[in-house]
């Protein structure tokens, strides 16, 4: 069973001030993705992650995945209020089609 | 384009009721799938389709049921309800396996 771990859970850090979110998962997978879920919201597609050593950027935020070492890493550059969210991180079981997710880190940043 | 859309977004039952949840997904995407989400459990995967087939079905009991349409609009059904399946439910879609899932609002149904 494909298991994803996700740490911290809970985060709190200053506007302006840098900081990574990990994701490590159990067993081989090819497909990791990351989402973004404000409160009573529904869940935003952020980055789509497909080979090893892929790297995408989008605005204060970076993912990377390492398919050898299993992790993925969110990191935020620069924090902003806005990027107040829980996030998520998800992988795709090679053998089936469903994504299982981690517990999601609930980020807070603060002035 | 027009994201994915869920209905009803809001529902109250009592238990033993059942309820069927829809969802149509982005114009052209041929997978949905579906996802539980609750505070204990977070969120868990219920079930996908694929041109109206079920591939894949996750670890909930038979009272959970689905289905897709050939126009892909799919629905959830879940009989007997109990109180432990108040939960948000969110239904996903996308073109294939390895692109990415766009989520709907989802519907939140609570059970009494």
């Known amino acids: 069973e494909l298991k994803v771990e996700q740490n911290p859970l809970f985060l709190s850090m200053q506007e302006g001030k840098n900081y990574t979110i990990y994701c490590n998962y159990s067993t081989t997978s090819d497909r990791l993705y990351w989402y973004r879920q404000d409160p009573g919201k529904s869940l935003e597609s952020l980055f789509v992650l497909l080979s090893n050593g892929a790297v995408k950027q989008e605005g204060r935020l970076m993912a990377s995945l390492d398919t050898k070492a299993r992790l993925s890493t969110l990191h935020i550059t620069a924090a902003v209020h806005d990027l107040s969210a829980t996030y998520f991180c998800a992988v795709g079981e090679n053998s089936g089609y469903a994504l299982n997710f981690g517990k999601g880190t609930s980020l807070l940043v603060t002035p | 384009k027009a994201g994915v859309t869920q209905t009803p977004r809001y529902l109250i039952k009592t238990r033993g009721q059942q309820v069927t949840l829809s969802c149509s997904p982005i114009s052209g995407h041929r997978s949905v799938s579906w996802y539980q989400q609750t505070p204990g459990q977070g969120l868990q995967f219920l079930f996908e389709?694929?041109?109206?087939?079920?591939?894949n079905k996750g670890n909930f009991p038979g009272r959970f049921s689905g289905r897709q349409f050939s126009n892909s609009r799919s629905e959830m059904n879940v009989s007997t309800l109990e109180l432990g399946d108040s939960a948000l439910y969110l239904c996903?879609?996308?073109?294939?396996?390895?692109?990415?899932?766009?989520f709907g609002p989802g519907t939140r149904l609570l059970v009494l």
């Open positions: 996903a879609s996308s073109h294939d396996l390895r692109e990415t899932q766009y």
């Open positions: 389709y694929f041109s109206e087939t079920q591939r």
